[in-house]
């Protein structure tokens, strides 16, 4: 079975504090893709970062770095120096095989000015 | 990255009508769309997946003859919530998938569906 688990239901901090937003998947599949995407009040979903299951390198881009482990099944997400604007949902997601996604319960994130 | 294009952003109706949300691909052609609801301050649920010329394919306990969905060309996916009560009002966001290799999901910007 597939599953991916965002402990975190709401986390709050202060603006300029650095966030990790965890993320814990399962998978059987020896090839899948795990996703980060942002969902800001408006509603749609902001795709943030793709990593595929052979490829455990982490990734920066600009505040946001990603931590994809295997050998935790788990592919954490850290904000750097926060911002309000980063104020959102955040879901992780898994696909593999059918290519279905499998979305996490989300983590709220507010930053308070 | 891609657009995906979701029309009406949100509508109200009455209990008893039918109502249609469109989902376009601007700037790819999407063989497969999904279509997802969601719930207030909950995860996204896949309700089915739509197809290109052939019929969706639902998820389990998704009634397929009360969400419609219609994949008529390779840009364009339309859901019919037909005879809509208000226990249909949610959140339905449409997403298409990249083109390369399992692709990331693009979604449209979400229909926000009430019910009176």
């Known amino acids: 079975a597939q599953k991916v688990t965002q402990a975190q239901t709401e986390i709050s901090v202060v603006e300029k504090e650095d966030v990790t937003l965890d993320c814990v998947y399962e998978t059987r599949d020896t090839t899948y893709y795990l996703f980060w995407y942002k969902q800001p009040p408006s509603g749609e979903l902001v795709f943030l970062i793709r990593?595929?299951?052979?490829?455990?390198q982490n990734e920066i881009s600009g505040r946001y770095s990603w931590n994809f482990q295997k050998s935790t099944s788990s592919f954490n997400f850290t904000i750097t120096a926060s911002q309000v604007v980063d104020s959102a949902v955040y879901f992780c997601a898994l696909s593999s095989g059918t290519y279905k996604y499998i979305f996490g319960t989300g983590t709220r994130l507010k930053v308070l000015a | 990255g891609a657009v995906v294009s979701q029309h009406p952003s949100w509508v109200i109706c009455k209990s008893g009508t039918s109502v249609k949300i469109e989902c376009r691909s601007l700037?790819?052609?999407?063989?497969?769309m999904f279509w997802y609801r969601q719930f207030p301050k909950q995860s996204l649920m896949l309700m089915a997946t739509?197809?290109?010329?052939?019929?969706?394919?639902?998820e389990q306990g998704v009634e397929k003859d009360k969400f419609l969905i219609n994949h008529a060309s390779l840009t364009l996916s339309t859901l019919t919530v037909t005879s809509a009560h208000p226990e249909d009002s949610s959140f339905y966001i449409c997403s298409a998938r990249g083109q390369h290799g399992a692709g990331e999901l693009f979604f449209g910007e979400g229909s926000r569906l009430t019910v009176l």
């Open positions: 700037d790819f052609q999407a063989t497969t």
């Open positions: 739509s197809n290109e010329g052939s019929k969706a394919t639902y």
């Open positions: 990593r595929n299951s052979f490829d455990e």
